[in-house]
């Protein structure tokens, strides 16, 4: 069981470090915001700012949990871990 300040802590995470760990390619944007490229599905990608993105193009956004669960599919202890 997660405690409300591990979950806190974990959406707090910066995630473009955790994306390039992960392969995804980004193109940094003014800001300290990134784009992430290429998509094949989507060429306009996803903007990612600190522990927070935003997909315009498909209506989503979140913190860094939500990625992994909205993105990648993952489950909540996935991707806490």
Known sequence: MWSKSQIRQ?????L???LIERSY??????NDNYRVLPD??????LI??????????????GNSIDF??????LSFDQATT
């Open 10 to 14: 974990a959406r707090k995470t910066q």
């Open 48 to 61: 990612v700012k600190q522990s927070f993105w935003l997909w315009p193009e498909r209506n989503m956004a």
């Open 25 to 30: 390619r980004l193109y940094p944007l003014k």
């Open 68 to 73: 992994f669960v909205k993105v990648e599919g």
């Open 16 to 18: 473009a470090p955790m």
């Open 40 to 45: 094949p599905d989507d060429p306009a990608g």
